[in-house]
C-alpha cells in the first residue's frame, strides 16, 4: 500500500465518519457510563491521535456457516459470485464473510458502548458492539492491562451504509482487486454483526495498519485473545482460505468455549467450521 493511498484512507475515513455521524442514526442507543466512568480516550501524558478508523476490516470466507441458509442466491455484495444469505445473524457464532452476506437493514439487537478507552473523542457508531462481546472486551482490556499492554478500540460496529461508504471510496482509491484484499463489501463485513472490534496499543500508533504486527500489543492479543471469547480472525498466510490479508488487529467474539477451541487447532474459523460442522 502506497504512502499516499494510506494517507487518502486516513482523510477519507474522517470525512465518512463525519458525514454519518451528522446524517444517520444506529438503530440502537449505546449505554451512557456513569459521570466520572467514562470510557479513557487516552493515558495519562499521551498525546491522543487523530482518528484514523483505518482499513476497514474485512470478512472472509467458504465453509457451512453457522445461521445461515444453504440456499444461495445472486447478489450485487458478491462481484459476480453467489453469495448465501445469512439466516440467523444475532447468533454469536455467525459466519459472515465474502460467502454470507447479512441484510442491508440488519442492525444487532443489543449494541453497547464498552467502558474501554478509544483512539478517538467524539461519539460514533464504532465505538459500540454487542453487550456480550463489550463486556468481554472490557474483561481483556483489564486484564491487558494488568500485564502492563495498554490497549484501545479503533473500530467495533459499522452499519451497511457506513461500509458501503468505506468500500466505495477504497475501490475508487486503490481499485477493485487490492480493495477487496483489505476491504468488505458491505453486508459481508463482521463489524455489521457487533461483534468485532479493530484494536490498537493507546497511543493509536499503528492503528489498523502493517505495522501493528509485531508489537507488544498484538502479540499479546494473540497469545492472549481467545482467553475472553475472542479469535485474530485474519491470521498470516491465510489470504487464501479468509480472502483477506493479515489483520493481527482485528478480532471476533466467539464466547469463550468456541473461541479457546477454534485457537487450539490454529486454524481459521472457515477451516473449523469445515472440520467441525
Known amino acids: 500500500m502506497s504512502p499516499h493511498t494510506k494517507l487518502f484512507r486516513l482523510s477519507l475515513l474522517a470525512v465518512v465518519a463525519a458525514a454519518l455521524f ?13 459521570p466520572g466512568n467514562e470510557p479513557s480516550v487516552q ?32 447478489s450485487p455484495s458478491g462481484g459476480g459470485r453467489e453469495v448465501k444469505m445469512v439466516t440467523n ?7 459472515v464473510n465474502k460467502e454470507w452476506a447479512l441484510s442491508p437493514d440488519y442492525v444487532p439487537p443489543d449494541l453497547v458502548e464498552p467502558n474501554v478507552r478509544f483512539i478517538f473523542a467524539e461519539k460514533h457508531e464504532r465505538r459500540l458492539m454487542r453487550a456480550e462481546a463489550a463486556a468481554a472486551l472490557e474483561e481483556m482490556f483489564a486484564a491487558a492491562e494488568e ?7 479503533v473500530s467495533g460496529y459499522r452499519s451497511y451504509a457506513y461500509q458501503e461508504m468505506l468500500f466505495t471510496a477504497y475501490v475508487s482509491a486503490d481499485g477493485l482487486e487490492n480493495a477487496e484484499r483489505y476491504s468488505a463489501r458491505p453486508g459481508h463485513s463482521e463489524h455489521q454483526t457487533g461483534l468485532a472490534m479493530d484494536i490498537s496499543g493507546s497511543t493509536g500508533e499503528c492503528a ?7 508489537t507488544p500489543e498484538a502479540e499479546w492479543l494473540a497469545a492472549h485473545a481467545h482467553e475472553f471469547g475472542f ?39 472457515e477451516e473449523y467450521l469445515a472440520r467441525n460442522r
Open 147 to 153: 500485564d502492563g499492554i495498554y490497549l484501545a478500540g
Open 208 to 214: 489498523a495498519d502493517d505495522c501493528f504486527a509485531g
Open 43 to 74: 493515558e495519562p501524558g499521551e498525546q491522543q491521535p487523530s482518528d484514523p478508523e483505518p482499513q476497514p476490516d474485512p470478512d472472509s470466507g467458504t465453509a457451512p456457516a453457522p445461521g445461515s441458509d444453504p440456499s444461495t442466491e445472486p
Open 89 to 95: 445473524p444475532d447468533a454469536i457464532d455467525v459466519l
Open 231 to 269: 479469535i485474530v480472525r485474519y491470521p498470516e498466510g491465510k489470504e487464501e482460505i479468509t480472502g483477506y490479508m493479515y489483520e493481527p488487529w482485528h478480532v471476533r467474539y466467539l464466547g469463550k468455549e468456541l473461541a479457546q477451541k477454534v485457537h487450539a487447532t490454529g486454524l481459521t474459523y
Open 22 to 34: 451528522a446524517g444517520c442514526t444506529v438503530g440502537a442507543d449505546p449505554q451512557t457510563p456513569a
